[in-house]
């Protein structure tokens, strides 16, 4: 999990209002082989809730699910819930061109991406200034020798 300081818990009413938070936060629902759902709200807890009380056919086809949560303030929730997506869709498009040369690369993109985004993270406020700049131009460096070795592999495969 990309959430430092959370546990995991069960996707159940029980277990939703004994750990997660009725503060501001981002949340993400998954099961052991993948991420379902990843969401900010004002209200973790309620947003939760909500999700149990309406749910999605998505989440009925996934089987047993679980959760994870995390405290942010509403300033850094859209920026913490999109480093995480950016993240885990870059390990996944890596995943499903697994057998394609070169996926691999999309594969440590992925890592690279989630792992600065926990950088980012653990590091905010104190050093807003300047991490997000270096970290993010970090990010764009290896998404950039990605796609340079990607375009490589199916250049070879087409040539």
Request: glycine share 6%.
């Amino acid at each position: 999990m990309a959430f430092e300081e959370s546990g995991t818990y069960v996707f159940t009413p029980e277990a939703v209002r004994e750990d997660a938070p009725a503060a501001s936060g981002v949340y993400a629902i998954f099961t052991p082989e993948r991420w379902v759902f990843i969401g900010a709200n004002d209200d973790v807890r309620q947003a939760l809730f909500q999700h149990l009380s309406s749910p999605d056919p998505c989440f009925q086809q996934c089987g047993p699910l679980s959760f994870s949560c995390e405290l942010a303030a509403a300033s850094e929730r859209a920026e913490r819930r999109d480093a995480l997506i950016a993240g885990v869709l870059e390990f996944v498009l890596s995943l499903q061109l697994r057998p394609t040369p070169g996926s691999g690369w999309l594969l440590v993109d992925g890592v690279i991406t989630l792992v600065l985004a926990v950088l980012i993270w653990s590091t905010w406020p104190s050093s807003a200034l300047w991490v997000v700049g270096t970290l993010v131009g970090i990010s764009m460096f290896f998404s950039g020798i990605t796609r340079l070795m990607l375009s490589m592999a199916v250049w070879r495969i087409v040539a």
